[in-house]
């Protein structure tokens, strides 16, 4: 490559696109189109950068294999930032797998380790923890260079966050601040102290027949999940206790009941308060009534082994296994489309198509929920047809999808 080819690279590398551009824009050779692609993308240009990156890659000679494949690296990452997670651009259709494992073969081992990483963000994203776990143990940081490597400890930070182990989190996201620091680039500076903010936020609050305690944070949340304490999880629409999970996303009137049962021990429930929250009944009838005792039979057989629940004059009543606590753990702020609020709190703009992998549920669902948040003004869109995008204002107080996401959504 030539003189100026390797300026606009150091440039790239060090945060300035606008070096680099001054350098390559009046080319239109194979090596400045991809740079100046990956200059927009560091502009937030990003169709400019994805169509300069096609074009490379198409100019790019059958003997540059190897450019070529930085070339499908750099458009991963594009479709990342603006989350496009069901297309092939972000490596759904094994393409990026591809361009690592030519890298590694080539003795790029920096850029096949940043595409692996890239891998393992994407499946971050779309909640796939365990796979995302296992890409990141098989890439070796040293190859990396600090920004990389910085990217790499966020990943590793939010896989942490999401399964609730405080201490590891803390810890990558240490390492990530030293490699961003490395770095010397503000934007990826920026990144990793939103991360740590997010961290440090309130993850959760406790809620009792008392009523609300005061909120917790992510650490305090893994060590109530650590005492034999019966949780009732309106996070994750879970109920937990013994070393047990009973999971209740996709039955939500069980949940429900749970829920109300658990705000109301060690007293009882009424039959009136749990008609009325899981059902939605004002007035309710014989019907009502019937179909409450068949839930109530469903939700004992779900939590046997963990609680009983009896019959009262008025009610039912939880009676934990043991004669240990409950205890309800409810979101900072609940919104009637907690998830998907939760997801457009990082502030990217993103299609419904990608919601709805994030969130395990169908796209249409997901748009029907965008509709109503929209009349809301909570959400906005931007585009249209395929390109539509959505964003979303971060409420206040309202935790990072980082956290506590998984609530599915209702309607």
Same mark, same amino acid.
């Given at each position: 490559?030539?003189?100026?080819?390797?300026?606009?690279?150091?440039?790239?590398?060090?945060?300035?696109?606008?070096?680099?551009?001054?350098?390559?824009?009046?080319?239109?050779?194979?090596?400045?189109?991809?740079?100046?692609?990956?200059?927009? &993308?560091?502009?937030?240009?990003?169709?400019?950068?994805?169509?300069?990156?096609?074009? &490379?890659?198409?100019?790019?000679?059958?003997?540059?294999?190897?450019?070529?494949?930085?070339?499908?690296?750099?458009?991963?990452?594009?479709?990342?930032?603006?989350?496009?997670? *069901?297309?092939?651009?972000? $490596?759904?259709? $094994?393409?990026?797998?591809?361009?690592? =494992? /030519?890298?590694?073969?080539? $003795?790029? %081992?920096?850029?096949?380790?940043?595409?692996?990483?890239?891998? %393992?963000?994407?499946?971050?994203?779309?909640?796939?923890?365990?796979?995302?776990?296992?890409?990141?143990?098989?890439?070796?940081?040293?190859?990396?260079?600090?920004?990389?490597?910085?990217?790499?400890?966020?990943?590793?930070?939010?896989? *942490?966050?999401?399964?609730?182990?405080?201490?590891?989190?803390? =810890?990558?996201?240490?390492?990530?601040? =030293?490699?961003?620091?490395?770095?010397?680039?503000?934007?990826?500076?920026?990144?990793?102290?939103?991360?740590?903010?997010?961290?440090?936020?309130?993850?959760?609050?406790?809620?009792?027949?008392?009523?609300?305690?005061?909120?917790?944070?992510?650490?305090?949340?893994?060590?109530?999940?650590?005492?034999?304490?019966?949780?009732?999880?309106?996070?994750? !629409?879970?109920?937990?206790?013994?070393?047990?999970?009973?999971?209740? $996303?996709?039955?939500?009137? /069980?949940?429900?009941? %749970?829920?109300?049962?658990?705000?109301?021990?060690?007293?009882?429930?009424?039959?009136?308060?749990?008609?009325?929250?899981?059902?939605?009944?004002?007035?309710?009838?014989?019907?009502?009534?019937?179909?409450?005792?068949?839930?109530?039979?469903?939700?004992?057989?779900?939590?046997?082994?963990?609680?009983?629940?009896?019959?009262?004059?008025?009610?039912?009543?939880?009676?934990?296994?043991?004669?240990?606590?409950?205890?309800?753990?409810?979101?900072?702020?609940?919104?009637? !489309?907690?998830?998907?609020?939760?997801?457009?709190?990082?502030?990217?703009?993103?299609?419904?198509?990608?919601?709805?992998?994030?969130?395990?549920?169908?796209?249409?669902?997901?748009?029907?929920?965008?509709?109503?948040?929209?009349?809301?003004?909570?959400?906005?869109?931007?585009?249209?047809?395929?390109?539509?995008?959505?964003?979303?204002?971060? /409420?206040?107080?309202?935790?990072?999808?980082? /956290?506590?996401?998984?609530?599915?959504?209702?309607?």
């Amino acid at each position: 490559m030539d003189s100026l080819i390797n300026a606009a690279a150091r440039a790239l590398a060090a945060g300035d696109p606008l070096g680099a551009l001054n350098r390559i824009a009046l080319r239109d050779d194979p090596p400045a189109l991809a740079l100046r692609g990956i200059a927009m &993308a560091q502009l937030d240009d990003l169709p400019r950068a994805r169509a300069l990156l096609r074009a &490379a890659a198409r100019a790019f000679g059958p003997r540059e294999a190897v450019a070529r494949a930085r070339c499908t690296v750099a458009e991963a990452e594009i479709a990342l930032v603006s989350r496009d997670l *069901a297309g092939p651009a972000a $490596g759904k259709d $094994g393409a990026l797998d591809a361009a690592a =494992t /030519l890298l590694a073969a080539r $003795g790029d %081992a920096a850029n096949a380790g940043h595409a692996r990483y890239l891998a %393992a963000r994407r499946l971050l994203l779309i909640g796939r923890l365990d796979e995302a776990a296992r890409r990141l143990d098989a890439i070796d940081p040293v190859a990396l260079p600090p920004a990389s490597r910085a990217g790499l400890e966020l990943v590793a930070a939010g896989i *942490a966050m999401r399964r609730l182990q405080a201490e590891a989190a803390r =810890t990558a996201l240490a390492r990530a601040a =030293t490699a961003a620091d490395r770095a010397g680039i503000p934007a990826l500076v920026a990144e990793v102290q939103a991360a740590a903010r997010a961290f440090a936020a309130p993850a959760a609050r406790l809620v009792s027949a008392a009523g609300d305690r005061p909120l917790l944070t992510l650490a305090e949340v893994e060590a109530l999940l650590a005492t034999d304490a019966l949780v009732v999880d309106a996070c994750r !629409h879970a109920v937990r206790g013994g070393g047990r999970v009973v999971a209740l $996303g996709r039955r939500p009137v /069980l949940f429900a009941l %749970a829920r109300v049962l658990a705000e109301a021990w060690p007293g009882d429930a009424s039959r009136e308060a749990l008609l009325a929250r899981a059902f939605h009944a004002k007035a309710a009838d014989e019907s009502h009534r019937a179909r409450l005792r068949v839930e109530i039979g469903r939700l004992r057989a779900a939590l046997r082994g963990l609680s009983g629940l009896s019959a009262t004059k008025r009610g039912f009543v939880l009676q934990p296994q043991d004669g240990v606590a409950v205890a309800v753990l409810a979101p900072p702020v609940e919104e009637t !489309h907690a998830a998907l609020l939760a997801c457009l709190a990082d502030g990217e703009a993103w299609s419904s198509s990608a919601l709805a992998l994030a969130l395990g549920n169908s796209q249409r669902k997901v748009q029907r929920a965008l509709e109503a948040l929209a009349a809301e003004g909570k959400v906005q869109a931007v585009g249209g047809g395929r390109a539509r995008r959505w964003t979303a204002t971060p /409420l206040p107080g309202f935790p990072t999808a980082l /956290l506590l996401p998984g609530a599915p959504l209702h309607g």
